[in-house]
């Protein structure tokens, strides 16, 4: 591959920082004495000081120590949620789109049913029967996850399977599955990689935008989201509260996207 | 005419989808718990009381009767009055999907101004510095919760500047007008930034294939070559992402509107489906399952138009 | 500033205002007014002239007009009096609809509306009202006697929220002479409080007949100062000035719309950008922020709102009366007021807030005691402690928060809370079938006496004692005491059966009251005349915008 480049110094500043991130999430001890849901009713709403370097919520919560132990649930999230509708839903619209005909109406028509769902309908139907919690979390998103992926790879795909080398791959007598994984599929990973960075982040904040559905992480539970969330009441008096988790989210996020970009870079192949 | 047999298929199969969406919307809504007469009623209310309303509001027949005539109402679309706000559902839809449908055109709008020339500029130039600044700028927009962005850009053009009122619907339709620019704002910078993203990837994906190295070297012009072969196979990717995230914003924004005041869809529908009102979400969920069924089909349809290989089949 | 807001507030001369929390529950502090009492009347014997509690008319008549814009977060629902038990309904209710009495401001009397005197036989059970002379409902067409038989007689029969309140009652009928005769069936010292409840609020007959219940939800005509122009559902509703109310003058705006605006933040920022005039129901996080900003008033109106959390008494480790004694004592109620409420509240000691006739101040302050609660528990077999759930409506951000601080709390006791966010609708149904440990609540009281509230929390058959399941020699005790005290006519007496009733209460513990808060609105200084009685109800009728 003629631009196969050297990695670059922002991948290597986006390793940094995702590294910190893992850290956090194994060994949250390391970074603060403080435990991130012991209240404190006698320092509430405490800018940050040297005591509290992030200051502290309207329960007296060290809000630097919920930013830091809440690395560990958003990087569940991020990836679990996203992981498994971005595979579910590629390899439907794998399907759809290169079978095209039968294969497509159908699945076309389940995505339909799934689509005509407003978000919400769906997940206060899902936690309302299986209960609240962050299992019940992960299925919803699951559930509800998968749409998108599915109708972004078959669009690519009803393209990409009109080029010549899919044709070039089938006149060699290559069985479908090894044409649409082996060939079709890399050529349309990078939109699926990019849309899946911006969902793990989207993830992240559905959580705790969605817990007034119900949807929550349970309390006490840190977790970024949910921290920027209840911080709202605060934001005029008490911007601390939402400013440093919101950082950090960002922060992830640009990283996580940094390194997969890289990532999908690297996956494209060129026929 | 092939096109003509194509989508008359398509609508002859929109009838079981939409027979499964109301069979599911109605024993879905009836598996959740949380009675709509003790909501009426109130806490206080006794085991008669609750029982009594229960009757009134026909919910002590058979589900299968209730079943049938929601089915009726759906071929007539005359849904009857919404069991917690007494008002004829359809007025009700419609009052509120006009600000939605509002919102959501002015957004995509918004999302395609803003995605469009910069995705493209960002892939044309995506080895320069200025693409890899546009790449994360959309990023950290898609990290900033809706809600944040809404209440900054009221906090600096509403309150401070006055350039818009701070959220409201306002009552003519320049109001109306003035009331969607903050929100289409907030709403398209989310949608732009993975718009943005997927277009500047297409295209260096498309610069890089051999067929347009091919292309340059019979000597065809760039722009020929941009407009032929980029936007062919950059289009589609892009108006799939757009339809998507049109279909998730009819839906309503709960944030948006809820920041903004605006009186929409999304509010209706959370309060509708907390307080439990069947009527109210049943016909919603409807209503909106044809709209997104017209929306999956038009945006199949353009498909073919935006990339002739692609048939309609 | 603070200062600055605070004199401009007083010399407005607003009443109910009780900037030190809500404490005064006496009739005279809170409603003194420096304004005349209004002309009424009142005949009867045993029934004091009612002082009115009107709010200090503005300076000058140049005032008078203008619209006043009003941001709340949730619309109102059914404005159908009898079919609706919902605070956002109520609280508009009141100036559309009038009772033939209503409650004063202060919500401790009962005084003149439609009815502008009344006479009580010598045996308490026969009341004759006296329709005002000239009284015209809002579409001009005049108050009848039919009228109001027709509006009482169905706010007795209705089977919707109320159903039961009027039980006392006996027959209702056209008197002559434009006098309504209500005949009971036993002396009731709670009867005037119940007529003046906003379900009773007088429509004109002909205009139920012809729009029916559901227009009657949407659209009801009645006697108040304002009437509804426009209302679109969960947005706006836009009140209009009733050129027939009888009081002369009154209302002094034009025009009151409600506006809906869900997010805090937003609605805020409209108040400071003078978008709109007032704010209701501030957060009380935001109140001290709103106290120092330039041209805001805030008020605390003094309220029936009381906090507390409801105990199942069936609960597999609740049903242990000195259970739920170890969880009082190791709940720190001045806590959840600094951090829930912003210190705005007052701790409670009884359900009642003060502002309920009957309510018992005198309970002895509780104190966390977390030594006599473990050995409490100990005593009850757990000495371990054990866990339970409490099931809190998502996006109830009070709630949650009180939820999490008591989690702390009760851990101290050795006792878990597990907190579940779940939808409110399901929540409140596990809540109604028993099937919950512990919940967290509030109520508001709906009329001027202490009979609903008590007869709800105490008397088994009427809502399982506010679905506690409360069903001991406690609870009998209690409910004697309250089905006493609802009958007594003899004041002091009465006050002695709620008295003891309350005090069982505490001992027993079928539920923790925590706080009464106030109710909080924030208004610019042009808007002044404005109240909100402890029921909630809005008075706007003094109102006036300054330019």
Redesign the interface.
Known sequence: MKNMKKLSP?FWAAAAVLSVVLLMALFPGLFTRYDP???D?LS?LKPPSADHIFGTD???RDVASRVIYSARLDLAIGFLAMLIPAVTGTLVGLLSGYY??RVD?VI??IL??F???????LV??I???L???VKNLFIAIWLVGWR?YA??VR??V??EK?N?YVAAARSLGYSDLRIMLRHILP?VI??VI??A??DI??CM?MG??L??????V???TPEW?AI???G??????AWWI?TFP?IM??L???SI??VG?EL?KRL?R?? | MDEFTYILKRIL??I??LL??TL??FF??R????DPALLLVGNRASDETIAAMRAKLGLDQPLITQYLLFLRSCLTFDFGNSLTLKAPVTELFRQKAVVTVSLTLMTILFAVLISVPLGYYAGLHHDQPAG?VI??IS??F???????IG?LLLLVFALKLHWFPVGDWGHTLPEHIRSLILPSLTGALMTS??VM??IS??VV?VL????VDFARSKGLSEKRIRNSYIL??VM??A???LA?RM??ML??S??IESVFALPGI?QM??NA?LSRDYSL?QAT?YL??II??VM?LLTDIS?SLL?P??KL? | MKKKVLSLFLAASMTAALLSGCGSSGSGSAASTAAPAAETEAAAAGTESAEAASTEAPAADAAAGGTVVIDRTLDSEILDPVMTANNCDIWVLNMMVEGLVTSSDDGQEIIPAVADKWDVSDDNLTYTFHIRDGIKFSDGNPVTAEDCVYSVQRAKDAEGPWLGMLDMVDTIEDGGDGTVVIKLKEASPSFLSALAMFDCGILEKSYCEEVGDDGLAEKPIGTGPFMLQEWTKGDRMVFVKNPYYWEEGKPLVDEVDFDVVTD??TA?MQLESGQVDAVSAV?Y??L??LEAADGITVTKFDSTDVRFILINCQGQYTSDKKVRQALALAT?KA?IN??VFAGEAQLAETFLAPAIPYSYQDLPASTVDTDKAKELLADAGYPNGFSITVQ?G??D?AV??I???L??QWAAIGVTLD?????LA?ARQNWKDGNYDVFISNMTSDMTDISELAGLVTIADQAHCWRTYWNDEDQQKAEALTAAGNAEMDETKRADDYKQMQEIMADAVPLIPLCYVPFTFAASDKLSGYSQTPLGIYNFKNMSKAE
Do not use: C, W
């Not at chain 1, 709202?232 to 008096?237: E, G, I, Q, V």
């Not at chain 2, 598996?31 to 949380?34: A, E, F, K, Y």
């Open positions: 922002a849901i012991e209240q009713i509430l309207n329960l007296g095209g005909g109406a076309m028509r339909d049913i689509t005509a769902f407003p978000t919400m309908v206060i139907g936690v309302a029967i209960g609240s919690g998108e109708r972004l669009s690519d009803l393209v009109n010549e050529n990078s939109p990019v849309y960075v911006s982040m989207m904040l705790a935008s817990s007034f559905l119900g949807l929550g349970p309390t006490p989201g920027i969330s209840d709202k009441n605060y934001m005029m008096t939402i919101g989210l960002a992830t996020g640009i996207s940094i970009n999908s494209s060129r026929h | 199969q929109m079981p989808v499964i969406v599911a919307i879905g809504m598996m959740i718990p949380g890899a790449n994360s990023l950290v898609v990290s900033v919760p809706e809600f944040l209440l930034s993975l993203r997927n990837d297409n994906k890089s294939y051999d067929y062919r196979n589609i990717p108006v799939t992402l998507m279909t998730y839906a309503g709960i944030v999304g529908m959370l489906i979400v969920v909106f399952a997104v069924l999956n498909y990339d290989r692609v089949k | 805090d933040n805020i957060p996080a935001r001290a922020e720190d806590a600094t951090a809190v998502s996006g951000t949650l928060q939820a999490t601080l989690q702390q907190i579940q966010q779940i939808d399901t």
